[in-house]
């Protein structure tokens, strides 16, 4: 498979997010030793998200496969995390190898841009598998909840994580100004500053909780802040990175702005009702990876229809 295409615009974009995260840094350390500011977590969370930027600059340096894979692996983690969270019964076992092998026969079918069998293969094969492969188990005690978390699961880490995977594979004929990996810089950067510009208008400004219950640190100053500067970061991406217009990326910015929160929210219910703070410890300050790839559950497949729709984008094979 091809390597990506690396645009000037990409070029600048990538050099212009590297050093925004050295000047946080930076000014962080400033604020920390001369004004004795507490700004750990901060640093903490920087620190943690200039790995994860190195970690993908150097997975989509190379062809697309290895980019394939990486995606791959980061859908394993996360689904990993996601069933370690749970009790499974013994009995599911072999629905659970059905599951993880959902992975890699995913992440093919975007190898051989067999489109169709992206979207149908979970959703309705792995559908009738797993509950089969339970159904063989002949254990009706916690039946419908054990099924639920696991097709729930894959669902969200496979399936939904997947389409980063099939962004990666848009020919760069649709969008000359950044290519795929114009589209994926432009969908992770988003989801990530989003996130960042919620907690920070938040703790600035929070004042009325949006979902006490399920998230305490969500509010609706937070939600509007996030909203506000995602958007004019979408216009300034989208106008650098994608085929959209600047009307597009302020629409697409703080729609995704809206989902990606609930996104967020939504793995924050389910550890809520499990009682954990985070998916695992993998990434310092951040938790695990489910916890950093939350919100794109809901923004990658969307961002990917969005962009298919308006480029007329055709990555079907039958």
């Given amino acids: 498979m091809e390597h990506f295409v690396v645009t000037d615009n990409l070029k600048i974009s990538m050099i212009i997010l590297y ?16 004004y004795k500011i507490n700004v750990e977590n901060l640093l903490v969370r920087m620190r943690s ?9 150097i997975a989509f340096s190379f062809t697309k496969l290895i980019a394939i894979i990486f995606l791959a692996i980061i859908s394993y983690l996360c689904l990993k995390e996601f069933l370690s969270l749970i009790p499974i019964r013994k009995t599911d076992r072999p629905a659970l190898v059905f599951a993880y092998w959902s992975i890699p026969f995913q992440f093919y079918f975007v190898y051989i841009n067999w489109g169709t ?3 149908l293969f979970i959703p309705l094969y792995m559908f009738i598998m797993i509950s089969t492969m339970m159904v063989i188990s002949n254990n009706t005690k916690g039946f419908l909840k054990t099924l639920a978390v696991i097709q729930y699961g894959v669902m969200t880490t496979v399936y939904a994580i997947g389409y980063l995977a099939m962004i990666s594979i848009i020919p760069f004929d649709y969008n000359l100004k950044g290519g795929s990996l114009g589209l994926l810089f432009y969908i992770l ?9 919620q907690m920070l208008f938040g703790k600035v400004f929070g004042k009325n909780k949006i979902m006490h219950n399920i998230s305490p640190n969500k509010t609706w100053e937070g939600l509007f802040g996030g909203i506000i500067c995602s958007s004019i970061l979408s216009v300034i991406m989208g106008i650098l990175l994608t085929p959209m217009s600047i009307v ?55 961002f990917f229809h969005y962009i298919a729709y308006i480029c007329n984008v055709q990555i079907v094979r039958f």
């Fill in 19 to 34: 050093l925004s995260i050295f000047f946080i840094i930076f000014c962080s350390k400033v604020l920390q030793y001369f």
């Fill in 49 to 57: 998200f200039l790995f994860i930027i190195i970690f993908f600059t």
């Fill in 117 to 119: 069998m992206f979207y």
């Fill in 189 to 197: 950067v988003l989801a990530v500053s989003n996130d960042f510009f």
């Fill in 248 to 302: 597009q990326s302020l629409f697409v910015g703080a729609s995704l702005s809206i989902f990606g929160f609930l996104g967020d929210v939504t793995i924050s219910a389910i550890k809520r009702d499990i009682g954990v703070k985070d998916t695992s410890s993998l990434i310092p300050g951040h938790g695990g990876i489910l916890d950093r790839f939350d919100s794109l559950i809901y923004l990658a497949p969307l």
